[in-house]
């Protein structure tokens, strides 16, 4: 079965700061796809970004940054310096393709609050 | 704003009752989920329709369904509601129907069964 973690519960940051949010996934698949999701406090749900199993270059779009690492099966988000509107529940969530379907197995979020 | 319309944004009913939860898609896409957020279940996947038909299904319960009609929008129809039933449901939609396509999702109906 797949399994996405993300240990950090919640994590408090102040402004300018650099944090770090984990995840670690589980799958049998030899292709997978894994996303970020962001769940500001007027509770939408936001995609941040896709990235598939066999593309192992990180990724950075402005202070935000991936790092995939498939040896650790981890997918690590950084937000370098951290500002007071990047607080928010941030998911990590693995697509299991079966029968030609995209079902995204969530992590449970990890709550980042970032105070001035 | 994703582009993903779902109504009503909050609903209030009793056990027992039967709701329905609307959703619109993004302009183009064909696929269409439907999510659960609840406190101790965090977010489930409910089920996947493809351009009407159904693609993928998670641990939906039984007096749980859900359709896609010929305009591509979609219903979830919740009976017999129960207490355990509140919580934030997340329709999404997507281009296509396979894994490598990111879901965009809408701001969610919260249901609240008193």
């Known amino acids: 079965a797949q399994k996405v973690t993300q240990a950090q519960t919640e994590i408090s940051v102040v402004e300018k700061e650099d944090v770090t949010l984990d995840c670690v996934y589980e799958t049998r698949d030899t292709t997978y796809y894994l996303f970020w999701y962001k769940q500001p406090p007027s509770g939408e749900l936001v995609f941040l970004i896709r990235?598939?199993?066999?593309?192992?270059q990180n990724e950075i779009s402005g202070r935000y940054s991936w790092n995939f690492q498939k040896s650790t099966s981890s997918f690590n988000f950084t937000i370098t310096a951290s500002q007071v509107v990047d607080s928010a529940v941030y998911f990590c969530a693995l697509s299991e393709g079966t029968g030609g379907g995209n079902k995204l197995t969530f992590g449970t979020g990890t709550q980042l609050k970032v105070e001035l | 704003d994703s582009g993903v319309t779902q109504t009503p944004k909050h609903l209030i009913t009793a056990t027992g009752q039967r709701v329905t939860l609307r959703c619109s898609p993004r302009?183009?896409?064909?696929?269409v989920y439907w999510y659960q957020q609840s406190l101790d279940q965090g977010l489930q996947f409910l089920i996947q329709?493809?351009?009407?038909?159904?693609?993928a299904k998670g641990n939906i319960l039984e007096r749980f369904s859900a359709q896609q009609f010929p305009d591509l929008h979609s219903e979830l129809n919740l009976s017999s509601l129960e207490l355990g039933d509140s919580a934030l449901y997340f329709c999404?939609?997507?281009?296509?129907?396979?894994?490598?396509?990111?879901?965009?999702f809408g701001q969610g109906t919260r249901l609240t069964v008193v």
């Open positions: 329709y493809y351009n009407g038909e159904e693609r």
């Open positions: 990235r598939n199993s066999f593309d192992e």
């Open positions: 999404a939609s997507s281009v296509a129907g396979q894994r490598n396509t990111e879901a965009f």
């Open positions: 302009s183009g896409d064909l696929s």
